[in-house]
């Protein structure tokens, strides 16, 4: 049985009063870095409201009724594809299957959208943990992305 099939969690729809809790996880410029590829540490107070806005689902992985992860779903309606990005866990449930569980969660909600073959991740850092929890969530390396250095990591819909 794999870690993230053993983690009890649910996915929820992320509202505006667990800004300052998601944005607390960006604890270090490491993680600012590869997260949204920021450089100004510390983040503004405002970064996780700024990413919420047309065409975005952003969602909130809890446990014990706790938040415990964060992600959004943004539409590719050219690629017949939705993107996973802004994935991050909380420092304290880091290595422990959350990650997995939050990404296969999301790719199920973006799987069910009409006209979705595939769903997308872009990997811009060298963190293997992050790529090792993308590769147990079936994602593969398909090529290089388009705009800026970094991996394109695809999982077709079924």
Not at 13 to 27: F, G, M, Q
Not at 131 to 151: D, H, I, M, P, Q
């Amino acid at each position: 049985m794999s870690e993230s099939t053993r983690v009890k969690a649910d996915i929820v729809p992320y509202t505006a009063e667990y800004s300052k809790v998601v944005l607390s996880w960006i604890d270090s410029e490491e993680i600012y870095r590869n997260l949204c590829r920021g450089t100004e540490f510390p983040p503004a107070d405002d970064l996780i409201d700024s990413w919420q806005r047309e065409g975005i689902s952003s969602y909130l992985l809890f446990a014990s009724g706790k938040p415990v992860a964060y992600g959004e779903l943004w539409e590719r309606p050219l690629e017949l594809a939705v993107e996973i990005a802004h994935l991050i866990v909380a420092p304290f449930k880091r290595s422990r299957g959350y990650g997995t569980k939050m990404l296969e969660l999301l790719y199920q909600r973006a799987a069910q959208r009409q006209n979705v073959a595939k769903v997308i991740l872009n990997f811009f850092s060298g963190d293997e943990v992050a790529l090792g929890c993308y590769l147990k969530a079936g994602f593969e390396l398909v090529s290089t992305t388009n705009y800026t250095a970094g991996l394109r990591m695809e999982r077709m819909v079924k």
